[in-house]
Structures are given as C-alpha cells and as structure tokens.
C-alpha cells in the first residue's frame, strides 16, 4: 500500500466514523482554550476539565488573570504536571495579551508564540479549533500514530518534521479533522506502551513500527 492509499483509507474511515470531531477540552473563549492548552502539556484532559471550571470561575479573561499572582493561580492548578511553571506562565501570558494585544487572544502562530508558554503544538491548537485555521498541532499521540501507521518519513524525527509530511499529504479541508482524529487514536487505541491492535481498523496493513513510535 502506498503511503497516499494509506491516507485516503484511514480519512475515508474516520469521515465515516468521526464525522464531528473536536478537543476534549472544555472553555468558553478563545482564552480559556489557550489557558486549558497550556496547562494540558503532559497532562490528560481529564484532569484539565477538573482543575479549570474553578480557575474560570475566578479568572474568566485575560485581564482578570493578569491581575493575579503566579501563587494565587498555583493554588488552583496544583493538581496538574508541572504547577509552578505553568502557573507562571499562564499570569505572564495574560499580562501580555493584555498589554501587546489589548486582551484579545492573537490568531496567527508568530504572535502566539510570543506568549509565554505558548510553543508551536499550542499555537496550532489555538488557530485550528478556535479560529478555524489549518493548521495541525503534533503532540506525543500524532507523532506515534503517524509513524505507527506509515503516515510519515522514518526521517520525520521531530514535531516539526513531522507536522510537515502531514500537511503535505492532508486535503486542506480536513487539516483540523485528522488533528482530532489521529490524537484520539492514539490516546485510545494506538497507546504507548499497550497498543489495543486487536481493536485498531488498521491492524491488517499497520506497519507496527513499535521501536520509532517508542521514542516519544
């Protein structure tokens, strides 16, 4: 199978299966989706969707937050990977927004990562669920799921590399989908350490490149 039969049978899948498909997380704003971004970094959705309701509730807008002090956003997000630094960030992302942007969440990737915790993956999630863009965000599950199932150059090593065999290969119009659907794949079928394969509808041509994917 070649690797454009490869995308045309998995999207082909995923239209019929996953028609509707979005992030987990849960925000009301183009804000609270970058706050609960940044605070996802190595942690499960799950436990954002726990931690940010209350955060919200005290801190629904850039310029409530950046009134704050890192502490204060400590005591509220200490359950998650990483307090300190996120909740340091996530005061010094607002400050900015509110001082370089005039409170409003910027739409284009070079703005964004101006923002302190703000990288490239969360740059792209911000542009393609909120503002509609195409644009692909290549966390630890696209990264196994697209070497696992052929999707990418072996030479594809990191993110970037990665985001670019991607976007090469992807229809435009569905750039934001297959985001969507490779990370929910990869976080519920395709995991780590125990790939569910028995229940994978790419089982019978995966290319099971186990050793690659272990790497992330």
Known sequence: MTR???YQYILDYFRQEMPVVTTELEFGSAFQLLVATVLSAQCTDKRIN???PELFLHYP???SMAQATPEEVFELVHSVSYPNAKSRHLVAMAQMIVS???GQVPDNAIDLMKLPGVGRKTA???QAVWFGKAAIAVDTHVYRVSHRLGLVSS???TPFKV???LMRYLPKTEVNNAHHWLLLHGRYICQSQQPKCAKCPFDSFCPKLLNNSKLV
Request: overall charge negative; glycine content about 0%.
């Open 4 to 6: 454009k039969e490869r």
């Open 50 to 52: 726990q931690v940010t």
């Open 61 to 63: 807008d850039a310029e």
């Open 100 to 102: 370089d942007f005039k």
């Open 124 to 126: 792209n999630v911000i």
């Open 155 to 157: 030479k594809a090593d």
């Open 163 to 165: 985001e670019q065999d």
